[in-house]
């Protein structure tokens, strides 16, 4: 057997939400430990501070028993039966060489990863429908993207059953055949123009202003807390007011790596991908929806309006969510719902996207509304 290390798959919204249960449980037991309170009333305050804290840092202890659920793996294994990308978040495939006709590797700078197609024996729906591509009277090949990774087309060529054959073809990185497959396997066509939106990069700054914010106005406390600045005041009070804000720039500043993670909505002409290398990704085809639209929710402000914007995807069959597991997290009323935040400029973008590049009938345009202050 043969295992190509993908990288690493995180649960990482679980990992930052156990770092900042443990920061909040340590920081209420030290306010409660070491704040000079004054009076019964106050004291027992205190303790509850310690007592609610440490509940905290055991119910979080408890969780990151289990950190090997949270922190795994991703590998590409092959071996005498097949291959398979053991995934546990997105949706990975599993599939047998007695299911083949023909492999093949395409390894284009263009695309953002090596791609998998694979030339079924016959028609399948567990995986992407690659559309128009393959030898008249073939079934339908399907397609799998994976990480890019040197080692992946000499594994497949060193992997493959002995009796299979190696084809020489202009556009493929590694082409093989089950024996007795003579059909000439037509080059890959060029990957699709994609139009790659970012949809992290205003809510990152949102959260650091946020996080940076709530840090000064917790440090300024502090300060006035043990006389650094100003003369008067209650220790006690300045502490108590102080110490959340400095947990919200702490749990900012350990959380980093969730706040300004990358998040794209990719379109093409083939499909609707939601990209999130940390956490769950998904790929669609046009073919596999009946609908895709878009909501912008705004509430207007003299100073600075505030939005929220949903894409939804509305399924064209009642299988697709047997095909699109990974998609269950996004599940709302029948349909498929990317909650995006405050990001309307990139919403319009999407819109203009998905105008262009899907079918006709499928693009169901941009809803504008008036929220309240709630985002409702």
Same mark, same amino acid.
């Given at each position: 057997?043969?295992?190509?290390?993908?990288?690493?798959?995180?649960?990482?919204?679980?990992?930052?939400?156990?770092?900042?249960?443990?920061?909040?449980? $340590?920081?209420?037991?030290?306010?409660?430990?070491?704040?000079?309170?004054?009076?019964?009333?106050?004291?027992?305050?205190?303790?509850?501070?310690?007592?609610?804290?440490?509940?905290?840092?055991?119910?979080?202890?408890?969780?990151?028993?289990?950190?090997?659920?949270?922190?795994?793996?991703?590998?590409?294994?092959?071996?005498?039966? !097949?291959?398979? @990308?053991?995934?546990?978040?997105?949706?990975?495939?599993?599939?047998?060489?007695? @299911?083949?006709?023909?492999?093949?590797?395409?390894?284009?700078?263009?695309?953002?990863?090596?791609?998998?197609?694979?030339?079924?024996?016959?028609?399948?729906? @567990?995986?992407?429908?690659?559309?128009?591509?393959?030898?008249?009277?073939?079934?339908?090949?399907?397609?799998?993207?994976?990480?890019?990774?040197?080692?992946?087309?000499?594994?497949?060529?060193?992997?493959?059953?002995?009796?299979?054959?190696?084809?020489?073809?202009?556009?493929?990185?590694?082409?093989?055949?089950?024996?007795?497959?003579?059909?000439?396997?037509?080059?890959?066509?060029?990957?699709?123009?994609?139009?790659?939106?970012?949809?992290?990069?205003?809510?990152?700054?949102?959260?650091?202003?946020?996080?940076?914010?709530?840090?000064?106005?917790?440090?300024?406390?502090?300060?006035?807390?043990?006389?650094?600045?100003? !003369?008067?005041?209650?220790?006690?009070?300045?502490? $108590?007011?102080?110490?959340?804000?400095?947990?919200?720039?702490?749990?900012?500043?350990?959380?980093?790596?969730?706040?300004?993670?990358?998040?794209?909505?990719?379109? @093409?002409?083939?499909?609707?991908?939601?990209?999130?290398?940390?956490?769950?990704?998904?790929?669609?085809?046009?073919?596999?929806?009946?609908?895709?639209?878009?909501?912008?929710?705004?509430?207007?402000?003299?100073?600075?309006?505030?939005?929220?914007?949903?894409?939804?995807?509305?399924?064209?069959?009642?299988?697709?969510?047997?095909?699109?597991?990974?998609?269950?997290?996004?599940?709302?009323?029948?349909?498929?719902?990317?909650?995006?935040?405050?990001?309307?400029?990139?919403?319009?973008?999407?819109?203009?996207?998905?105008?262009?590049?899907?079918?006709? !009938?499928?693009?169901?345009?941009?809803?504008?509304?008036?929220?309240?202050?709630?985002?409702?």
């Amino acid at each position: 057997m043969t295992r190509i290390r993908l990288g690493w798959e995180t649960q990482l919204d679980q990992l930052t939400l156990a770092i900042d249960l443990a920061l909040l449980g $340590v920081g209420l037991i030290l306010t409660g430990a070491l704040v000079q309170w004054h009076g019964w009333l106050a004291h027992t305050f205190g303790i509850l501070l310690i007592v609610v804290g440490a509940i905290l840092c055991l119910v979080d202890g408890l969780r990151l028993l289990g950190w090997r659920s949270l922190l795994w793996p991703r590998s590409l294994r092959l071996d005498e039966k !097949g291959l398979c @990308d053991d995934t546990k978040k997105g949706r990975g495939f599993r599939i047998d060489w007695t @299911d083949l006709k023909s492999l093949g590797v395409i390894d284009d700078p263009a695309r953002p990863g090596l791609l998998l197609v694979f030339f079924p024996q016959q028609r399948r729906h @567990d995986l992407h429908l690659y559309v128009g591509f393959g030898p008249p009277g073939w079934p339908q090949p399907l397609a799998a993207p994976i990480p890019r990774r040197t080692g992946v087309v000499e594994a497949i060529l060193n992997g493959k059953p002995g009796d299979w054959e190696q084809r020489d073809s202009d556009g493929w990185a590694a082409l093989i055949a089950a024996p007795g497959e003579r059909v000439e396997i037509p080059a890959p066509p060029a990957a699709p123009e994609q139009q790659r939106i970012d949809v992290a990069t205003e809510i990152a700054w949102q959260a650091l202003a946020g996080g940076a914010l709530a840090a000064f106005f917790g440090v300024v406390a502090y300060l006035a807390a043990f006389g650094v600045i100003g !003369g008067t005041g209650s220790r006690t009070a300045f502490l $108590v007011v102080g110490t959340p804000f400095v947990l919200m720039g702490f749990a900012t500043l350990l959380s980093i790596q969730v706040v300004v993670r990358r998040r794209w909505v990719v379109i @093409d002409q083939e499909s609707f991908t939601w990209a999130d290398p940390t956490e769950t990704s998904f790929t669609v085809s046009w073919q596999e929806l009946a609908g895709v639209s878009l909501e912008l929710v705004t509430v207007p402000s003299a100073t600075l309006s505030r939005h929220s914007v949903h894409v939804y995807l509305t399924p064209a069959d009642p299988d697709f969510a047997e095909r699109h597991p990974e998609m269950q997290l996004f599940a709302k009323d029948g349909r498929y719902a990317l909650e995006l935040g405050d990001v309307a400029g990139p919403a319009r973008s999407i819109a203009a996207a998905c105008q262009k590049a899907a079918p006709s !009938g499928i693009w169901q345009g941009i809803a504008e509304r008036t929220g309240t202050l709630g985002i409702s």
